[in-house]
């Protein structure tokens, strides 16, 4: 399988503890950094670098005064800050807001929905190359190759329309289905096996009848992102009934995570894409350390079955990566992953 990998995210220089941010930020270089190595030493496929596919394929999902804000946003905040301090937000958007910040600092808390989200002087670049990873797999899919793996990084399904949070700024799933589609009304299908529901997904295609999002996830009851996630969100207007969502309990066993995952191939084989868009986090395997609860009890068994059995509905596949956060394991689980999904 097709590799696309960039060395661009490097420049979202996160570490572990970063100042004025309230948990550990687990997303950090040596997470790309240990798949790509993984993928290099298994030789699971040739690596590519993204082509440059410009802004335009990410203004088809984020809103322009979204991308302005990114782009800017860590010139802007200097004022503010010390030094190469990240900027975070310590104010957000509330219920019954009246007023839209023009300037810093207000609008940083307009754009972001949580503090895991710190912009760094690379972050813009990092995001854009990383959509651009999500893009150049979309296209050799739709040139035929069968599956395609993006490396990217930082991830995205958490990212809304004109909204980032959950370390996630650009949504690259959204980005990579919408250029699938072209323009036209073709159907798609993403699939997100990341821990945490994709809010972000959800979010940007809810009143659409083309694309639809299935998702399972922990239960938002007891886990991030709280505020989205339940299975009584089925999507709105022309998007009704193409919202999925399995809510799973807190430690839910391999068979419960394998018995959702047997619901969600059956409702995609139902909806019958052309395309399939798979959010691959690997944060669902049991020994991932999230910071709250205990996550689910998935082993390496339900990592190989999950792959086969997502690789059995026949699609052509862009695979995006998303969470996952044991760096000394995460590249095990993306190698396997892969060869099982090729088998
Ligand atoms: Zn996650």
Redesign the pocket.
């Known amino acids: 399988m097709q590799v696309v990998a960039s060395a661009h995210h490097k420049q979202h220089a996160t570490v572990l503890q970063i100042p004025g941010c309230p948990i550990p930020c687990f997303e950090i270089p040596e997470r790309a950094e240990a798949i790509w190595t993984a993928l290099s030493v298994a030789q699971v496929g040739k690596v590519i670098e993204p082509q440059d596919f410009g802004v335009g394929p990410i203004q088809v999902v984020h809103a322009q005064e979204f991308l302005d804000y990114l782009q800017t946003a860590y010139p802007s905040s200097r004022p503010f800050y010390e030094g190469d301090q990240p900027a975070i937000a310590d104010t957000y958007l509330g219920r019954g807001w009246r007023h839209k910040p023009s300037g810093f600092p207000g609008r940083i808390g307009y754009f972001a929905f949580d503090a895991t989200c710190p912009i760094l002087q690379g972050t813009w670049q990092a995001a854009y190359w990383s959509a651009q990873i999500a893009i150049t797999a979309a296209d050799l899919v739709r040139q035929g190759e069968r599956a395609v793996y993006a490396l990217c990084r930082p991830p995205g399904h958490h990212a809304a329309h004109d909204l980032y949070g959950g370390f996630c700024y650009l949504n690259n799933a959204a980005i990579a289905a919408r250029w699938l589609q072209q323009g036209t009304r073709q159907r798609i299908a993403i699939l997100d096996i990341?821990?945490?529901h994709g809010n972000g997904t959800q979010e940007i295609f809810y009143e659409d009848a083309t694309v639809a999002y299935f998702s399972l996830h922990a239960d938002p009851n007891f886990d991030y992102p709280f505020f989205w996630g339940g299975a009584h969100e089925t999507g709105a207007g022309e998007g009704q009934g193409h919202n999925h969502n399995w809510p799973l309990p807190l430690g839910s066993t391999e068979e419960q995570f394998l018995a959702a995952l047997e619901e969600a191939v059956n409702a995609i084989a139902a909806f019958s894409p052309a395309y399939l868009i798979l959010s691959a986090?690997f944060?669902f395997m049991a020994d991932d350390p999230v910071p709250l609860g205990g996550g689910f009890r998935v082993g390496q068994d339900g990592l190989i079955t999950t792959a086969r059995r997502i690789a059995k509905l026949g699609l052509p596949t862009v695979i995006v990566q998303?969470?996952g956060y044991h760096v000394e394991k995460l590249g095990g689980y993306v190698v396997s992953f892969l060869q099982n999904f090729d088998n």
């Open positions: 990341d821990y945490h986090g944060d998303e969470g």
